[in-house]
């Protein structure tokens, strides 16, 4: 891998942390942390869904798999990868290595951010859902002067939009459900609202709510049971 790692320049309508700072800890130092960039990569969902979070470099990709579900507004209900200048990293379960002659999927909780940061990567992208293939772009900087990193803790400082609701159809489907949402007329208008079962506002973001759940994230490693407990309660979900 020759060619240094080149983050893209960031987007401008975020919504950034203002009145909400983050507690310096004295166990947290700059150097220790990134500033990691997720944009959902298409060049039809404008304008784009966005999230900077501050994170460790000691953190898994199987961690930071966690941290996206939380602060994008997934919820962990389809196989995902993260893709490195071509190689797939993921969880072992899923048995991505189809064939024998296909390259080896490296073990995602075996795997740090530093790690692979220190390999000068070309390319990181994160896909959910393979059906209708959510592919996030991952930009990665040095904290900004002024950052207030938190040990063991991812930090929201910035995003914009929510991120489509889950089975939509991919870009396409999502592109069609907000053109029906919009239109009351719409032969489906109900029943895409009914489907959806509660409101949709695709402006809708919160830097606040967002750090309120990343905290609940353990560290180092969080269970799927455990990440399932925080997306359902960042969604309003009664367990059990």
């Known amino acids: 891998m020759n060619e ?25 130092q700059a150097q220790d942390f990134v500033l990691l960039k997720v944009e959902l990569a298409t060049d039809h969902v404008l304008p784009p869904v966005t999230r900077s ?14 941290v996206i579900q939380v602060a994008m507004g997934w919820t962990n209900s389809h196989l995902h990868q993260f893709r490195v200048d071509g190689d797939s990293i993921s969880a072992p379960e899923f048995e991505l290595q ?56 991812a930090i929201c400082v910035a995003g914009a939009r929510a991120c489509p609701p889950e089975d939509c159809g991919g870009i396409g489907g999502y592109q069609q459900l907000l053109a029906i949402l919009s239109n009351r007329r719409h032969p489906e208008h109900r029943s895409m609202k009914e489907w959806l079962g509660r409101p949709f506002d695709p402006a809708a973001f919160s830097v606040k709510d967002t750090n309120r759940f990343l905290a609940m994230i353990r560290w180092p490693k969080v269970s799927s049971v ?6 359902m309660a960042r969604d309003g979900v009664q367990d059990g």
Not at 226 to 231: C, D, E, P
Request: glycine share 8%; net charge negative.
């Open 226 to 231: 455990g990440l399932a407990k925080v997306l």
């Open 98 to 153: 189809e064939f024998e002659d296909d390259p080896p999927v490296r073990d995602e909780t075996a795997v740090t951010l530093g790690e692979v940061l220190d390999a000068r990567p070309t390319h990181l992208t994160y896909e959910y859902d393979f059906g209708d293939s959510w592919h996030h772009v991952l930009h990665v900087e040095a904290l900004p002067q002024g950052s207030a990193p938190v040990a063991k803790r």
């Open 53 to 66: 979070l501050i994170v460790p470099r000691q953190a898994t990709l199987g961690w930071i798999h966690a």
């Open 4 to 28: 240094a790692w080149k983050s893209k320049p960031g987007q401008e309508g975020l919504h950034v942390m203002s009145d909400t700072k983050a507690s310096p800890n004295a166990g947290a």
